[in-house]
């Protein structure tokens, strides 16, 4: 019988966070201080985060370990099961072979618990009793409640207004968990009420939320910051993905030739792609791999390679990434999770070196190739995944093209089961594609900070 799907035994759950820094062949560029335009140190960060994330944050190690009761509770729903997609390869008629790594089945529907539960677990330890983050999607939201929940957190969840509006089952998720969340922009800080003042109707951004989040953070002591992407920690401990699908693609006798996911602030593309990329790094094996992001926020393909602010009030430190401008408002597309204007520092470094390509596409495109997977495979994917969807079946009809049958892995970050609303209005045929936002991206890059840039 030709296998399905490759499943690891509990005792194959990694023991270790894979840590790309260490294999890389140029160091990232320093994270520089607002104020100063100095590079940060540990002290800098304290007042946002515990030390141990600190420590991840700055670490040039390999390999890190995953502590037990972070394993514990990773074991719920982990290892999560790789996919062959055949009844998808048999509709696209392709000689290619399509695998896919399925994150769906925790118990937020996506990726997102895999740094939730360690980022929870490392603040309890360091006597934190609140956390405050942001949401775009609401996946990340929900997943930072479930985790605060088990380790006797509070969490305080600011999430953008265009989402808050369309996901109400979203917000029912993070306050059966006891978080309490608030559409952003709100009148509970000053970087809200500010950006009220100046437009009322604001739908809200990741960077806006973050400013609010962060706000709040930094003005009580007993009270963390936790991000749901970007930073160098929240990629590590998604590299969870990656080190099983390196065991299932053995376990399946096959090596990936091209890796697609999606990107919004990078999480779940390193979560699936860094483990390879070190070994060919390594000069272990050589693999492809393309990041997918939406044509209305495309900060990778289009936007500037420079020092930026990850928030809209300018409360964090700097960070060299591919920007949009920190004060840039994406259009309100149905991928929240993806309308952020930078994009993952070690993400935007391995662009600069040529160890990944990117490309974008339209949403509508992105929910075709969505429906499309659904009727073969069975699972309707969440509009985030669906980039990565598009990007894999594409590469597969280039196989078909010119006669290849490559190896394609592609990352299902999350099913749509909350995104319903995106779908109805899909199949009702209300929704369109956003132009690329031209004038407005123009406008948030002439306000990039001088520091880093000159
Ligand atoms: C299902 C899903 N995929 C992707 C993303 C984008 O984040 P990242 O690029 O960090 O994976 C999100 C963010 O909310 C999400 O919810």
Excluded at 414 to 423: I, L, S, T, V
């Amino acid at each position: 019988m030709d296998s399905i799907k490759y499943l690891l035994n509990d005792n194959q759950l990694p023991e270790n966070w894979y840590n790309l820094a260490s294999d890389l062949p140029e160091p990232l560029a320093p994270v520089l201080h607002p104020g100063t335009g100095e590079p940060v140190g540990p002290d800098d960060l304290a007042p946002l985060f515990p030390p141990a994330l600190i420590e991840q944050e700055m670490t040039s190690e390999r390999w890190v370990p995953i502590p037990q009761p972070v394993r514990d509770i990773l074991l719920q729903w982990r290892c999560t099961p790789l996919y062959r997609a055949r009844r998808l390869e048999k509709a696209l008629d392709t000689p290619a072979k399509i695998y896919y790594k399925y994150e769906g089945v925790s118990p937020s529907g996506s990726h997102k618990p895999n740094t939730s539960v360690p980022q929870a677990f490392y603040n309890k330890e360091a006597g934190i009793k609140k956390i405050t983050t942001e949401t775009g999607a609401g996946q990340w939201g929900s997943s930072l409640s479930l985790a605060c929940e088990m380790f006797g957190l509070e969490c305080l969840v600011y999430m953008v207004k265009v989402s808050f509006g369309q996901k109400p089952y979203r917000r029912a998720f993070m306050e059966s968990f006891g978080a309490k969340c608030i559409a952003s922009p709100s009148e509970t800080t000053a970087s809200g009420r500010a950006i009220l003042e100046k437009d009322p109707d604001c739908t809200g951004s990741l960077g806006i939320a973050i400013s609010e989040a962060v706000e709040v953070a930094a003005q009580n002591a007993d009270t963390s910051y936790c991000l749901g992407s970007v930073l160098n920690h929240v990629l590590l401990h998604q590299t969870i993905i990656g080190e099983e699908a390196i065991m299932q693609m053995d376990m399946a006798g096959d090596y990936p030739d091209v890796i697609v996911a999606c990107t919004g602030g990078g999480s779940n593309f390193a979560g699936i792609a860094f483990p390879f990329m070190g070994r060919k790094l390594r000069g272990q094996q050589d693999v492809r791999i393309v990041a997918v992001e939406p044509s209305a926020c495309p900060s990778l393909t289009k936007g500037r390679h420079a020092y930026d602010f990850g928030d809209t009030a300018h409360l964090t430190p700097l960070v060299k990434m591919h920007t949009l401008g920190s004060t840039f408002v994406p259009p309100g597309f149905h991928s929240g999770g993806l309308r952020y204007h930078g994009m993952a520092p070690m993400v935007s470094h391995a662009l600069q070196l040529g160890m990944c390509e990117a490309t974008s596409y339209n949403q509508l495109e992105c929910f075709a190739a969505g429906v499309q997977f659904a009727r073969a495979e069975g699972i309707l994917p969440a509009p985030e995944a669906n980039h990565a969807v598009v990007g894999a079946i594409r590469e597969a009809e280039r196989c078909k093209r010119e006669g290849k049958s490559e190896t394609i892995l592609f990352n299902l970050c999350g099913h749509g089961h909350f995104d319903m609303q995106a779908y109805i209005d899909y199949n009702a045929g209300k929704l369109k594609d956003y132009a690329y936002p031209e004038d407005e991206i123009a406008m948030a890059l002439a306000g990039l900070p001088s520091f880093g840039n000159s």
